[in-house]
């Protein structure tokens, strides 16, 4: 999987432009704390990362059916795909989690990516700038890779997040 990642503000894309995963074959790309919060005891906080991404894939017969007579067949056609923000293993040192566990990007969004961090402490817990408490990870776990842009396509989904597609 490939990421196109466009960054909000230059000092976060100053936190990006010399990152990468740790090891050769990483699954995942860890994202960055952009500044310090306090976050309320036993509260959700939807924490800003100052990002918006597209993850792009080769397109295949696996998930897509597709007649191997048919001329228009575009099996090797890249695309959009959707990707998971997994906490890292490093979170478990904190009273922190992922409000949803897991959270899924679909395809077609192009907004800010968020966590929704639970603090489960009776305390105050403060997040500091550069933190990595989430990663970036493709549904198969492949590795990835990933560039800065500038600008991200549109899609008819656009920027709704948390919801958008429902309770209306």
């Known amino acids: 999987m490939h990421l196109k990642i466009m960054c ?26 952009i500044k310090d919060e306090v976050l ?13 991404a597209t ?16 001329s228009n067949n575009k099996e090797n056609e890249i695309v959009n795909t959707s990707f998971l923000l997994f906490p890292r293993s490093s979170i478990s040192k904190t009273p922190l989690r992922l409000a949803n566990s897991i959270g899924l990007i679909d395809a077609g969004y192009r907004g800010e990516i968020i966590l929704a961090l639970d603090n489960t402490s009776d305390q105050e817990y403060t997040i500091k700038k550069n933190d990595k408490l989430a990663q970036i990870v493709s549904f198969s776990g492949e590795p990835l890779s ?21 309770n209306k």
């Open 8 to 33: 909000l503000s230059d000092e976060v894309r100053e936190m990006y432009k010399n990152h990468k995963t740790h090891h050769e074959g990483d699954s995942g790309l860890d994202v960055f704390i």
């Open 40 to 52: 309320k005891p036993k509260t959700t906080t939807f924490v800003k990362l100052g990002i918006k």
């Open 55 to 70: 993850a792009l894939q080769y397109k295949c017969n696996y998930y897509y059916k597709s007649d191997k007579k048919d």
């Open 146 to 166: 990933f560039e800065l842009v500038t600008e991200l396509d549109e899609t008819s989904r656009g920027e709704g997040g948390f919801g958008s597609t429902s």
